[in-house]
């Protein structure tokens, strides 16, 4: 008898249709790279992650791979690994290094200004970056070249990548790039979660919860906007796996990058508290990331706090630090470039060493948060305060250059305000904002300035 009429019926998911940020299975090379990394001694288990990574995609594949996750899950930090890395916000704390800084909140009219060019300043970095996110630095160098653009100090426009400036370029510029007259910024991750940011103050307060956070995500904003931790943790709330758990389950994309780029609304809203900029930022990071991933958007948020009273970058830079662990891979990471900074080296020199050691071609490399801060960090000192420069040199080295050129362009537009932006930057995008985000999928960026100056003066009025 079959087993139709016996009323059997076994579901099989489609494996080999799975997104890959949605398969564990497909990657785990970046697992075993992100787990050595974290200082686990799993060498002995590389020949059988080489076997499976070679398997073809399905049920037997993602079986061995739930076998691996338990593996890496259950296998203890090396003795020896020379950094402390805790993603608890307790933990955290006891690990800081303190940078005292005295901090003059503006009054309301510079305060206002500051708050409109963090928003400006956010989304026109974006925009300056989105065109060529995924380009290799040496097409991307050709391009500035061809196109008198090098170094780096203004948006690339459609109409000038003719064939000629496309030739030997194993990209599509001519299809990634906006038209002068393209009006507006478009949908984009980086700038989502700016909208994110504030739906979240606006509807929980300041004491909103991770699950919170996690519950929003839900509503807010369709899957397919969420990108490698995201979607993971995506997929995990959906599953029932909570904050801290939906950040690790089968995650192997942990410390990458998306967790630096959702901090900036913490930011925005405490003008001059760091340290409590910071904290929301581990609430909401923790959803999805761990140590370094977690660190990213907490050094982030307290910049962007330390910004609106301090118009030292090298000071704002050290303030952010003081809020993550300072034997932590990041705060190494950024202190190294400070160090490179006063060693005398040039921008160039810096961008060589970062692509010595990080591999752009392999995609860990190309996201992870270190390598990133790193180039953020570069790009601000080198770039002296000048937007067009500090952006420009943001986006020219390659690796996340929307999300570098967001979070460098922010923190900018805190610190020098909208008034001082370069309005061939600002005018581009004639004061419009597209998102993925549920009633919030044209905006204007002026009126969610204004809803953010609001609701930081809402809140401080309760208090």
Not at 90 to 111: H, N, Q, S, W
Not at 117 to 134: D, M
Not at 273 to 279: G, I, R, T, V
Request: charged share 25%.
């Amino acid at each position: 008898m079959n087993n139709e009429k016996l009323g059997i019926y076994k579901a099989v998911p489609s494996h080999e249709k799975y997104h890959t940020w949605e398969a564990y299975s497909k990657e785990l090379d970046v697992e075993y790279k992100q787990t050595m990394e974290e200082g686990k001694d799993i060498e002995a288990y590389k020949g059988v992650f080489d076997a499976v990574i070679a398997m073809p995609d399905g049920v037997y594949k993602e079986k061995i791979a739930d076998t691996l996750y338990e593996i890496v899950a259950n296998t203890p930090i090396k003795e020896d690994y020379p950094h402390y890395e805790p993603s608890t916000l307790e933990g955290i704390k006891a690990e800081r290094r303190p940078f005292p800084l005295e901090l003059k909140m503006p009054e309301e009219e510079v305060l206002n200004d500051k708050i409109l060019g963090a928003w400006y300043g956010r989304i026109c970095g974006c925009l300056l970056g989105k065109p060529v996110e995924g380009i290799m630095s040496w097409d991307l160098k050709k391009i500035l070249e061809r196109t008198g653009n090098y170094p780096m100090t203004r948006y690339i426009d459609k109409e000038e990548i003719t064939d000629e400036v496309q030739e030997g370029v194993d990209y599509n510029m001519q299809a990634a790039a906006y038209p002068r007259d393209f009006g507006r910024m478009p949908p984009d991750d980086d700038t989502n979660y700016m909208i994110i940011g504030y739906r979240i103050l606006q509807i929980f307060g300041p004491n909103f919860t991770s699950e919170n956070v996690a519950r929003l995500w839900l509503d807010i904003q369709i899957e397919r906007a969420y990108c490698t931790a995201e979607r993971v943790a995506y997929r995990n709330f959906v599953a029932g796996y909570l904050p801290p758990d939906s950040a690790v389950y089968k995650n192997p994309y942990r410390e990458w990058i998306g967790a630096q780029i959702r901090g900036d609304f913490f930011g925005y809203f405490n003008p001059c508290n760091p340290e409590l900029a910071a904290e929301m930022a581990h609430r909401d990071a923790s959803i999805s990331h761990v140590k370094n991933g977690i660190y990213g958007e907490m050094w982030v948020s307290a910049m962007l706090a330390a910004a609106y009273g301090c118009d030292d970058i090298e000071s704002i830079i050290r303030r952010g630090l003081a809020e993550v662990p300072a034997n932590s891979r990041l705060y190494k990471a950024v202190e190294k470039i400070l160090a490179d900074y006063h060693s005398g080296i040039t921008i160039d020199q810096c961008f060589e060493d970062i692509h010595a050691r990080w591999d752009e071609r392999n995609g860990h490399d190309w996201t992870h948060t270190v390598s990133n801060a790193e180039i953020v960090t570069a790009s601000l000192l080198w770039g002296g305060g000048d937007y067009a420069k500090s952006v420009g040199y943001s986006v020219q080295v390659g690796y996340d250059t929307d999300c570098n050129g967001a979070t460098v362009g922010s923190i900018l537009g805190v610190m020098k305000g909208y008034e001082a932006l370069p309005r061939e930057f600002t005018d581009r995008v004639c004061d419009t904002l597209d998102s993925n985000i549920i009633g919030f999928h044209r905006v204007s960026i002026k009126d969610m300035a204004k809803r953010t100056a609001d609701l930081i003066k809402h809140f401080n009025n309760k208090k």
